[in-house]
């Protein structure tokens, strides 16, 4: 284990979206969503972000001196995102990837000098919706599709028989985990589930373990199917792994806390977010769980944090980018440079959105999309030209993440994930402490298990 420690504002912490009960993470710099004023992250006082960060290696490369405007003709990129919506809405993402194209075209040229144009489309949490807004930027022309979160999927199909690429998001449907169009930077809920029982059973020496889930789709299969299967793998039996799902438009589950709670579990992964983040916290307290508390990285956000008060202390959360304000080593410079990068692009060209909020998540897919199509060059991007590029991408730099790789192999039940591996970070109440040794290696851990309908699962239901 490493002895790292970083405060709550320095920290590169995960962000899960819950749909209402979705797990996927993404490094995110800290301070309060759509508090800029109270933000702890530092900004500068430099003219543009550019200037912030010159001559700092990055992953879009080395920052110039001074901001290069783009002009000419636009490459257009859509976006699909669940902006509005009664069961979530998660207008904070499109706002990030428009901060981040404004960004691009403003102070970093454009791609090759030309600026991009970015088309939103809202899903309003309808499938009919995610079809229509596919439809609609398949007929704008636009050469690839960055997600925001699509709960439907059902824009896939569309983009697929378009041969048209879907980039980035976080992850939820089927479709999005498994088309031969869509390309993840994000280790989702699989990446999620097995990261926690791996360091559950290996790290803590848990001998039992509760899972809670939503029972939905792709987030059931990662706990079964990925969780138990992982900690079954590591030698636990059967009656040793409890699953409790529950519906994922439910409101209240401290009941299938306290359900979890009573198979006297060593370690209890709870797949859930947003509103379910402090009474999980204060319901563990309240019930006095022994069990350590493995919770998705949206529950680290410092709003979360300060509402759970000393409920807070001693859980656990998963990451995607080292947590250190002292980088020890190239990568780990290079991925503090992009999330500084991150924080002082927004603070010159968001509406207000801070840089703790999820919009990390669109914000480092335009930044690696842009640097795909300057490989490419920028009168040669095309559709397919992205999808082959994509697809040949191994080790390829992520924009504050892990390296992806894109040809289907780190997870091959579902290829669309490029990146899946994880960190495993501890809070004791006041910082974050790194507890695994580096990153941890989702891929190997699920590589052995049976890629059949139901693999991994084990135990009952809550």
């Not at 992250?41 to 920052?63: K, M, P, Y």
């Not at 075209?105 to 079809?131: H, K, M, Q, W, Y």
């Not at 699509?150 to 879907?166: F, R």
Request: glycine share 12%; aromatic share 6%; net charge negative.
């Amino acid at each position: 284990m490493t002895g790292r420690r970083a405060g709550r504002g320095g920290v590169a912490l995960a962000v899960a979206l819950l749909v209402p009960a979705l797990a996927c993470t993404e490094p995110i710099p800290g301070g309060a969503a759509d508090r800029p004023e109270e933000s702890s992250f530092t900004i500068s006082d430099a003219d543009s972000a550019v200037e912030a960060l010159a001559g700092e290696d990055t992953t879009l490369g080395v920052i110039p001196d001074e901001p290069v405007e783009a002009s000419g003709r636009p490459i257009r990129l859509g976006m699909i995102n669940q902006d509005t919506g009664a069961v979530g809405a998660f207008p904070e993402l499109t706002r990030a990837a428009r901060a981040a194209v404004d960004f691009v075209n403003a102070e970093l040229g454009g791609v090759d000098g030309r600026p991009l144009e970015l088309i939103t489309c809202d899903t309003g949490f309808s499938p009919e919706g995610s079809t229509s807004c596919a439809q609609r930027l398949v007929s704008e022309g636009v050469v690839a599709v960055t997600g925001g979160i699509d709960v439907w999927g059902t824009s896939i199909p569309v983009l697929e028989s378009n041969g048209v690429p879907y980039i980035g998001g976080i992850p939820v449907s089927d479709a999005e985990l498994r088309s031969p169009i869509s390309f993840l930077f994000s280790g989702g809920s699989p990446g999620a589930f097995a990261a926690f029982a791996a360091y559950a059973v290996d790290e803590l020496g848990a001998e039992r373990i509760a899972l809670m889930y939503g029972d939905f789709g792709s987030i059931k299969e990662a706990a079964e199917r990925y969780g138990a299967g992982v900690a079954a793998s590591l030698g636990l039996a059967p009656e040793d792994v409890t699953l409790v799902p529950f519906p994922v438009t439910e409101d209240d589950l401290v009941p299938h806390l306290s359900a979890a709670a009573a198979a006297e579990p060593d370690a209890i992964i709870a797949g859930a977010a947003d509103a379910a983040c402090v009474p999980l916290m204060k319901g563990a307290a309240d019930l006095a769980v022994d069990a350590d508390l493995f919770l998705v990285g949206a529950c680290a956000a410092p709003q979360i944090l300060d509402a759970a008060g000393q409920a807070a202390a001693g859980r656990w959360f998963n990451v995607e980018g080292p947590v250190s304000r002292h980088p020890e080593g190239p990568e780990e410079t290079r991925l503090a440079n992009d999330n500084r990068l991150y924080a002082e692009a927004l603070a010159r060209h968001s509406d207000g959105l801070d840089p703790a909020s999820a919009g990390t998540i669109a914000f480092r897919d335009v930044m690696n999309i842009v640097v795909l199509m300057r490989e490419i060059g920028a009168d040669d991007v095309t559709p397919q030209a992205l999808i082959d590029t994509l697809r040949g991408a191994v080790d390829h730099p992520s924009f504050a993440g892990h390296d992806y790789t894109c040809d289907g192999t780190p997870i091959p039940a579902m290829p669309s994930l490029c990146a899946p591996q994880q960190i495993i970070a501890h809070y004791d109440g006041d910082e974050f402490t790194q507890a695994s040794d580096g990153w941890i290696d989702v891929p190997a851990l699920v590589a052995d298990l049976d890629a059949g309908p139901g693999a991994g699962s084990a135990g009952g239901a809550g």
